[in-house]
């Protein structure tokens, strides 16, 4: 819908009016073709001024409409209308201008922002591109790498960047409306040829090729594989090249492809989900809307080394004063001057001052008493773990929350120590903690509603997508880290190289390959979990290990790395050659190469040509059918909530939309039968089997993923 009334007399004010975000629905667009139509036949009007309903202009079309057929007036014919038009529009912009709002905004005569407000043009996030137009006019208002930079990154901009690139003409730290009339009134009788976006040249860069080549490294190195980037920068080029009207035909025909692709329909899954993410309940009936959180001014991190650096420096830049504790003076020294470093660095970034003072350093625990709540980030031991919470019962106030950062332990069994379960939730932080988006909460089987919604509430105000999940060995993210990891151990021995491997993920999407990634977090992680495991120990024989351990297949190599002092990135070496020890160029090893074949005919392996789709199905597909498990077992409450997990905590490819989406797109049936083969062909890998659910789904003739909650028969959700 849109608002029309006409205001001092000669200007007509229409204003968006659809909440959340006055998106740009079939409604709406009907009530701006109306409005504006209205205005311009009205003779006592002079001038138009578009603005927004609840202080917010438009955040663009309306992604819910995407899904559907095409109904209402369309974008760019109601855009060329006012463009067009014989009287002033101008566009008075809060809070936002995204997406067809901007190019909206784009196609009226003066723009006028407030301070705080955001513009930019996100399209390329949902896998589309600015086809209202935007791929068109912004290019000619800004110049190409400008627009080139705003379209292939959908980054959102200030008003005062929005101001210095020309995008609009004034900026206002008073009632934009207002300014915006004011504008209206001076510029009436104007001419608005040279105001029509569409009449002007585009500005060209000396060196066009070499913009785009560098733009198009760029857009293949963010996200590998993905198409709206590329399509994007297409379209930029355009309108360097072609006059107006041709561009937006290329526009139109960039965005029919995208429009209808698997990789949109991905992204703007992935949309929906992130925010669905947020709606967590309990089988209790707690929900995000019936549980109130606490307000969190003060919290003290217990642990200063990589993860709980990184943590404080979350909790700071969050305007939340911190307490951060170590035992020795040594680790709490490299501790404080990392902290300070990084927030400086950050600082200095955003031209502000470090907000250092709202953190002290202490040895005392003591310090803790007065504090909100605690984030425990100590070595990942439980006997530790468990003296730490036993003295946060002793120490803190009674009502103070308990957190722990683990990454796999059991929660519950640390709220059995303390003198408040309810009051211990689990905050899984992903490293670097002050850079990863993804934060899982683990909810025991006896956190409050109240601590849950704290925790969650915590995450969010941190910048962080926070996802509800059940306690269980590994939660949801490293539960189906190890399964995926073993299958691309497996395909080592069976003749794959690790960068064979890692091209192949790489290639799907990931960002970084499996053993790059291994190499980076360090490979004695996994080394000591699988020691506290009992997977290693005395009576494994050192010259031969064991291939089958705990009733399944099981494989050494990462373990006889180790030992060989190849832990990774840190040591130089370790799936990879690096130039010195924390080296960041990852160089395929020959040693490794010689390693592996000897590992294979010491153990009478004989190597097999492995294609990239199988390296691929198996790695990915362990994983859908682990999230399978998930489900059943009640730990996590959704697919949706899985798929957020990997995107924002394992690298998995957005426009794949996450592991149970990818799983849905390529077809339960096909997932299945590619288990089944896999399995057939390793009966000792448990994980290869297909899970109860799958097969119940496929039975089902793979229902919409919405529907697949309605399959699991699980008497113990903690989701
Ligand atoms: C020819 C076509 C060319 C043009 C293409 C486009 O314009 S493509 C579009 C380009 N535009 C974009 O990509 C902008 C996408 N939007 C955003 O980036 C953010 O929502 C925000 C910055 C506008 C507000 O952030 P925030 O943290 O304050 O709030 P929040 O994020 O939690 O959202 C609140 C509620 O609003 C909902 N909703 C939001 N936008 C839309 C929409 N466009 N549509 C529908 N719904 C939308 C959202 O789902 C949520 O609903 P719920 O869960 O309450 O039922």
Known sequence: MAQYARTKGSIALITLTNPPVNAL??????????????????????????????????????????????????????????????????????????????????????????????????????????????????????????????????????????????????????????????????????????????????????????????????????????????????????????PYSRGLECERELMNTLFTSGQARALQYCFFAQRAAGKWSLPNGARWDNSRPRAVHTAGVIGLGTMGRGIAVCLVKAGISVVAVETEEKQLDSGRRAVRGMLERDAKRRGVTAPLHMITFTLSMQQLRDVDLVIEAVFEDMALKKSVFAELSRVCRPNALLCTNTSGLDVDELASVTDRPPLVVGMHFFAPAHVMKLLEVICGPRSSPETVATAMTLGKRLGKVSVAVGNCPGFVGNRMLKLYLDQAHFLLEEGASPEQVDQALEEFGFALGIFKVADLSGLDIGWRVRKAAGLIGPDVDPKFPSRHRQGRRYCPLPDLLCEQGRLGQKSGRGWYLYDSAGGKEARPDPAISSFLQEYRLRYGISARRITEQEVVERCVFVLANEGFRILEDGMAAAPEDIDMVYVFGYGWPRHRGGPMFHAAQVGLATVLQRLEFYHRQNPDIPHLQPSTLLRRLVGARSPPMQQWKQHIRSINSQL
């Open 25 to 242: 629905s079939a409604a709406v667009r009907k009530g701006i073709t109306e409005a504006v139509a209205r205005a311009f036949k009205d003779t006592r009007v002079k001038a138009v001024v578009l603005c927004g309903e609840n202080g917010k202009f438009c955040g663009g079309a309306d992604i819910r409409e995407f899904a559907k057929a095409m109904s209402g007036p369309p974008l760019v014919p109601m855009i060329h209308a006012i463009e067009a038009g014989e009287k002033p529009v101008v566009a008075a912009i809060e809070e936002m201008a995204l997406g067809g709002g901007l190019e909206l905004a784009l196609g009226c005569h003066y723009r006028v922002a407030h301070a705080k407000a955001r513009l930019g043009l996100p399209e390329v996030t949902l896998g589309l591109l600015p086809a209202a137009g935007g791929t068109q006019r912004l290019p000619r208002l800004t110049g190409i790498p400008a627009a080139l930079d705003l379209i292939t990154t959908g980054r959102h901009i200030s008003a005062q960047e929005a101001l210095k690139l020309g995008i609009v003409d004034r900026v206002t730290e008073g009632n934009a409306v207002e300014a915006a009339v004011e504008l209206a009134l001076s510029v009436v009788g104007r001419p608005l040829a040279p105001r029509r976006l569409s009449n002007h040249a585009t500005p060209l860069p000396a060196d066009l090729d070499g913009v785009f080549e560098e733009v198009l490294v760029q857009v293949k190195r963010r996200a590998r594989g993905a198409m709206a980037p590329v399509a994007c920068a297409k379209a930029v080029r355009a309108a360097a090249e072609l």
